[in-house]
């Protein structure tokens, strides 16, 4: 059964990235708006699931972590927004993959954690796999995917999370992370609602609208994002931790088959490029991004 959790997690982690591109498509014409929507939701959530689970305390340092990433996983969301705005969403998958890459820059620096030579093999096919996104697709010349370096910020902010719930020594559990990270969520959607004017602008000026037609879809992809989450935390407490690992990097695949899908049955909404230059361009790079991780694993 681990299997199937395991390729479910991808799976729903991918469909919640499809309906962000929606939204930033059909829904919402100023992408700075939606942060403050993604800290609102996942604060409720977390402060339902807190009171559910018997509301559960933590070490102060361990609640401090968490909430720490949970303030940042919001500061990324605007980036990943940003991003999203400006370039595919199979794209935006692929350059997420990046991410154990600064990890394990990190792990090194400040978990003294050293590298092995399958390891560095990694990082190589990792580099190979994003010099290819880079080959010219209906351009003239080389050159990076748009949102490149937006997307490289997101994976380093990612891998930070990583890297300060290594430094928790406490064993919480699944209740008491999401809870305590959905908090942070909370008071980064205030921080960047009180200190950043574009998107307290953008979300004072879309909710009228945004409640009446996208709410809906908002807190239903939330409620998707958390069931993910959930998904994979199940997989690893039933499963084998390192091929869980491995099958979690199929999403690579997930985005280009759904972003191919998407494309043919709502062009007008998703318009991916699905030319054949295009797709194996892509499906090469996925296929390069998938070895290099499983030599970092």
Not at 28 to 48: C, Q
Request: aromatic share 16%; glycine share 6%; net charge positive.
């Amino acid at each position: 059964m681990w299997i199937l959790f395991a390729l479910l997690s991808p799976a729903v982690y991918t469909i919640t990235n499809f309906v962000d591109k929606y939204l930033l498509s059909k829904k919402v014409k100023d992408y700075n708006a939606l942060p403050i929507y993604t800290a609102s939701v996942s604060f409720l959530f977390g402060l339902i699931w807190w009171i559910i689970s018997g509301c559960p305390l933590l070490p102060i340092k361990d609640m401090g972590i968490i909430i720490a990433t949970g303030i940042i996983t919001i500061f990324s969301i605007v980036v990943y927004f940003k991003a999203l705005s400006v370039q595919e969403t199979s794209v935006v998958i692929l350059l997420f993959q990046l991410s154990p890459l600064f990890t394990l820059v990190l792990s090194s620096l400040f978990l003294k954690e050293s590298l092995t030579s399958m390891q560095y093999i990694g990082f190589f096919a990792i580099f190979v796999a994003t010099c290819l996104l880079a080959l010219p697709q209906g351009k003239k010349s080389f050159g990076l995917p748009q949102g490149f370096w937006l997307i490289i910020l997101y994976d380093a902010m990612f891998a930070i999370i990583g890297v300060l719930l290594k430094f928790s020594t406490q064993e919480s559990s699944f209740s008491q992370i999401i809870s305590y990270e959905s908090f942070g969520m909370g008071i980064g959607g205030l921080l960047i609602y009180l200190f950043i004017p574009r998107i307290r602008n953008a979300f004072l000026k879309s909710r009228k609208i945004l409640f009446k037609k996208a709410l809906p879809v908002i807190v239903l992809n939330e409620v998707m994002f958390i069931i993910a989450k959930s998904l994979g935390y199940y997989a690893f407490v039933i499963g084998p931790v390192v091929l869980v690992s491995v099958i979690s990097n199929v999403q690579v695949f997930f985005g280009l088959a759904f972003g191919w899908i998407l494309t043919i049955l709502f062009p007008r909404s998703f318009g991916e490029d699905i030319s054949k230059k295009s797709l194996l361009i892509k499906a090469t790079s996925a296929f390069m991004l998938f070895l290099g991780l499983l030599c970092m694993l």
